[in-house]
Structures are given as structure tokens and as C-alpha cells.
């Protein structure tokens, strides 16, 4: 069985600042991916980043970067000089041949 | 298209109605998925397509729902005799092939659905 856990509901940050989002999940697959996906207002949903599981070095997108311990089964994602257009739910998602997403993290950047 | 289009963007129905809601995916992705995201909470699997045909099934609620898609593109979600817990907002993705490998999902900007 897969599930996702993303245990921060809520989350707030000033602007210019890092905040990290966490995010812990389970799976009996060896290979897989993780993601994750920003919805703002909008309600459209906007990939944020992606990580393979085979792939040690962590991935990085500009202001955004993960944390992927595999061992833990932890994917966090670190958002650096946050800006006010990140706030925004944030979730993060598994998929092997599945796809399961986390109850998401409302993250808001304050000026 | 250039990207993933639903419709309408907001549907008010009675209960007991019948409604469709539709996703026209990114051309050329054979894959397709819908889910269901309740007020405030994380998104429900509903169900996926791959080409035409509808290998899982497995999160469609209750016999009420139902989908199809034609000519491997566009989809249509079917909610009989709706009911109010049914309101929620319906999102729709695609992606190039199902599977592990490759498959991000691009997401249209949902359904929302209120059952009075």
C-alpha cells in the first residue's frame, strides 16, 4: 500500500525568507517518483519539482529544492527567499504505477 | 491544446440531477486521469484511462459515477442523481503514458461542483 503524509496543515513564512515543507511517505517499490505540485487559487494544479528515486543528488529548481532521504522515505521541499505568489497548497505525490497524493500543506507568505 | 481544459469551470445543479463534466486533455497524451478534491483536503483518485480503455477503476465512489472517453482524447465524468455530499471540485490531468517512468501529470483547472 501506498500512502503520503504531509503532517503540517498549515504553514506560514515572511516574505524573503525559507521555509521547508515536509512530507514522508510508504511504498514497497523500489523504483518510483515523487513530486510536488503548488495550487493557487486558481486551482490549477502547477508541478513544482520532481524527484526519481534512483537518483541520489536532490533536485533543484530554481528557488525550490527537496530534501529526499530515501532510507527515511522523506521527501521535503525547501522554498528559499519566498515570494509573495508562492502561497499557495502544497502537495506532495508518489506515483510507481499509481499515483497518491498527500492531504496538502497551506502555505502562506507573509509581507 | 496547450493545455488541459475543462468545462464548465462551475456547475450549481439539485440534487437528484444528472450532470457531465468534461476534460479535453493535452494533445497527443494518452493517458488520463480525474479526481476529486473535497473543500479543503487532498485530491481523490477516481479514475484513469489509457487510450480509450479504463484499466482502474477502483476510486469511482459509487456506481452514481461513471466515465468515458472517445477517440482517445476527450472525457466525459458522469455523476447520476447527484447528492450533496458529491460536491466537491473535479480536477482532470494527462499525461504522455501512464506508468512510473515520465509521468507528470498536467492538471486543467478543475470542475466545481455544488449539489444544492
Known amino acids: 500500500a501506498q500512502t503520503v503524509t504531509q503532517s503540517q496543515p498549515e504553514m506560514s513564512v515572511q516574505e524573503a525568507e525559507t521555509v521547508t515543507l515536509s512530507c514522508t511517505y510508504d511504498?514497497?517499490?523500489?523504483?518510483?517518483?515523487l513530486f510536488w505540485y503548488k495550487q493557487p487559487p486558481s486551482r490549477q494544479m502547477i508541478l513544482v519539482i520532481r524527484?526519481?528515486?534512483?537518483?541520489?543528488q536532490n533536485a533543484t529548481e530554481n528557488r525550490f529544492s527537496v530534501n529526499f532521504q530515501k532510507a527515511a522515505k522523506s521527501f521535503s521541499l525547501k522554498i528559499s527567499d519566498s515570494q509573495l505568489g508562492d502561497t499557495a497548497m502544497y502537495f506532495c505525490?508518489?506515483?510507481?504505477?499509481?499515483?497518491?497524493f498527500g492531504a496538502g500543506t497551506r502555505l502562506t507568505v507573509k509581507p | 491544446g496547450a493545455g488541459v481544459s475543462q468545462s464548465p469551470s462551475n456547475k450549481v445543479t439539485e440534487k437528484g440531477k444528472d450532470v457531465e463534466l468534461r476534460c479535453d486533455p493535452i494533445?497527443?497524451?494518452?493517458?488520463l486521469y480525474w479526481y476529486r478534491q473535497s473543500l479543503g483536503q487532498g485530491l481523490e483518485f477516481l479514475i484513469y484511462?489509457?487510450?480509450?480503455?479504463?484499466?482502474?477503476k477502483s476510486g469511482l465512489p459509487s456506481d452514481r459515477f461513471s466515465a468515458e472517453r472517445t477517440g482517445g482524447s476527450v472525457s466525459t465524468l458522469t455523476i447520476q442523481r447527484t447528492q450533496q455530499e458529491d460536491s466537491a471540485v473535479y480536477l482532470c490531468?494527462?499525461?504522455?503514458?501512464?506508468?512510473?517512468?515520465?509521468?507528470?501529470?498536467?492538471f486543467g483547472a478543475g470542475t466545481r461542483l455544488s449539489v444544492l
Open positions: 511504498t514497497s517499490e523500489s523504483n518510483y517518483y
Open positions: 484511462f489509457q487510450g480509450n480503455s479504463a484499466p482502474d
Open positions: 494533445s497527443g497524451h494518452t493517458a
Open positions: 524527484q526519481e528515486a534512483y537518483k541520489q
Open positions: 505525490a508518489l506515483v510507481d504505477n499509481d499515483m497518491r
Open positions: 490531468a494527462s499525461s504522455e503514458r501512464q506508468g512510473a517512468f515520465g509521468n507528470i501529470q498536467y
